[in-house]
Antibody, heavy 123, light 113 residues
Framework: EVQLVESGGGLVQPGRSLRLSCAASGFTFDDYAMHWVRQTPGKGLEWVSGISWNSGSIGYADSVKGRFTISRDNAQNSLYLQMTSLRAEDMALYYC????????????????WGQGTLVTVSS | DIVMTQSPDSLAVSLGERATINCKSSQSVLYSSNSKNYLAWYQQKPGQPPKLLIYWASTRESGVPDRFSGSGSGTDFTLTISSLQAEDVAVYYCQQYYNTPSTFGQGTRLEIK
């Protein structure tokens, strides 16, 4: 059974940093691209970032480019999102999502999602 | 970015009746070289993450009941639930993956009448 378990969310002040993690199990992790998708009541679902199977190619939404860094550790079956210079508009439920191919920018739909981790940005 | 617009925003349908949700993309998501529409549908129940229902506009994900079907091509797509069951109450989203960034519709809330 595929499982994706996010952690690391919480309350953070504007301008500060936070690191999200996603522990994956139930599939061959390094056979697939992985993604972060966030959800807010106002903006709905938004793809944030994706990383190919071997970390060889990476992409970001324009809204987070230069502030967020995605990474993965295939030995640990883990995905990460380092978020810096956080803004109020980054406040969301962040989902880890499994891609269906090796590459983050190829056939980018998601067949499994975690339960999400909530990031609250407030002073 | 490709803008995805769903209609209606909310929908109430009687049990056993047909439910139809529409999704329109701001540009075509049909890739001519393989004749595939890069369009997926998800179902999200309260307190749960989205669940993949359909990809390539009409291919049902494994385990999804056959009362769910997807149709359309180019810029106009439809998700149909042929006979609404109580467990189908949810918000439904379309998503295009023709371009990066992939983008989602705003969601359609489906309720029981």
């Amino acid at each position: 059974e595929v499982q994706l378990v996010e952690s690391g969310g919480g309350l953070v002040q504007p301008g500060r940093s936070l690191r999200l993690s996603c522990a994956a199990s139930g599939f061959t992790f390094d056979d697939y691209a992985m993604h972060w998708v966030r959800q807010t009541p106002g903006k709905g679902l938004e793809w944030v970032s994706g990383i190919s199977w071997n970390s060889g190619s990476i992409g970001y939404a324009d809204s987070v480019k230069g502030r967020f860094t995605i990474s993965r550790d295939n030995a640990q079956n883990s995905l990460y999102l380092q978020m810096t210079s956080l803004r109020a508009e980054d406040m969301a439920l962040y989902y880890c999502a499994k891609g269906v191919t090796y590459y983050y920018d190829n056939n980018v739909y998601f067949d499994y999602w975690g339960q999400g981790t909530l990031v609250t940005v407030s002073s | 970015d490709i803008v995805m617009t769903q209609s209606p925003d909310s929908l109430a349908v009687s049990l056993g009746e047909r439910a139809t949700i529409n999704c329109k993309s701001s540009q075509s998501v049909l890739y001519s070289s393989n004749s595939k529409n890069y369009l997926a549908w998800y179902q999200q129940k309260p307190g749960q993450p989205p669940k993949l229902l359909i990809y390539w506009a009409s291919t049902r994900e494994s385990g999804v009941p056959d009362r769910f079907s997807g149709s359309g091509s180019g810029t106009d797509f439809t998700l149909t639930i042929s006979s609404l069951q109580a467990e189908d109450v949810a918000v439904y989203y379309c998503q295009q993956y023709y371009n990066t960034p992939s983008t989602f519709g705003q969601g359609t809330r489906l309720e029981i009448k």
